[in-house]
T-cell receptor
Framework: NAGVTQTPKFQVLKTGQSMTLQCAQDMNHEYMSWYRQDPGMGLRLIHYSVGAGITDQGEVPNGYNVSRSTTEDFPLRLLSAAPSQTSVYFC?????????????FGPGTRLLVL | AQTVTQSQPEMSVQEAETVTLSCTYDTSESDYYLFWYKQPPSRQMILVIRQEAYKQQNATENRFSVNFQKAAKSFSLKISDSQLGDAAMYFCAYNSGTYKYIFGTGTRLKVLA
């Protein structure tokens, strides 16, 4: 049971490049989400999903796309990277039953956009 | 809109002593959930403790306990017998039973030997 995995761990991009941050979980959780963590700002929700084929926007969705074709995977796409997207990105998952329970977080992806 | 405020950017505590981290929140909901997460230097987010608003009893987990004051919208974390391994960023988080979690800006805890 690997929990929540994220790849890559670290990435450097040039402004305008695109890339996909991968997130996978093996706990059969319905809920998955993406956060960005910036100094002094805590974690902010980018997008979330409550099941395959269902996604919705969080607090800071601009510049990011997501899709959920399977229960296990929830990739985050940056279509045209900007320096303002330099951040640490966390993926999290949790079951939906029983109300908000603990979210299981991945180890994070550190992204630097030059 | 709901907000979560952690007014202490940094705190220090002597090993074996007790420290309290503050968290206040703003909501018009009556039912909600509050969390404290720990983020050590490894960056891994770890749930410390969880409190349901409808429960009057304060949650406890070993050396960690909360002081939940619903009327004051306050949710502080008390760490007793502080250990070096408690040094980390601590985040307070709120969820109203929907799919959106709101995090505070964090408090960095230093534990002095």
């Amino acid at each position: 049971n690997a929990g929540v995995t994220q790849t890559p761990k670290f990435q450097v991009l040039k402004t305008g490049q695109s890339m996909t941050l991968q997130c996978a979980q093996d706990m059969n959780h319905e809920y998955m989400s993406w956060y960005r963590q910036d100094p002094g700002m805590g974690l902010r929700l980018i997008h979330y999903s409550v099941g395959a084929g269902i996604t919705d926007q969080g607090e800071v969705p601009n510049g990011y796309n997501v899709s959920r074709s399977t229960t296990e995977d929830f990739p985050l796409r940056l279509l045209s990277a900007a320096p303002s997207q330099t951040s640490v990105y966390f993926c999290a998952s949790s079951p939906l039953a029983g109300g908000p329970v603990t979210q299981y977080f991945g180890p994070g992806t550190r992204l630097l956009v030059l | 809109a709901q907000t979560v405020t952690q007014s202490q950017p940094e705190m220090s505590v002597q090993e074996a002593e007790t420290v309290t981290l503050s968290c206040t929140y703003d909501t018009s909901e009556s039912d909600y959930y509050l969390f404290w997460y720990k983020q050590p230097p490894s960056r891994q987010m770890i749930l410390v403790i969880r409190q349901e608003a409808y429960k009057q009893q304060n949650a406890t987990e070993n050396r960690f306990s909360v002081n939940f004051q619903k009327a004051a919208k306050s949710f502080s974390l008390k760490i007793s017998d502080s250990q070096l391994g408690d040094a980390a960023m601590y985040f307070c988080a709120y969820n109203s039973g929907t799919y959106k979690y709101i995090f505070g800006t964090g408090t960095r805890l230093k534990v002095l030997a």
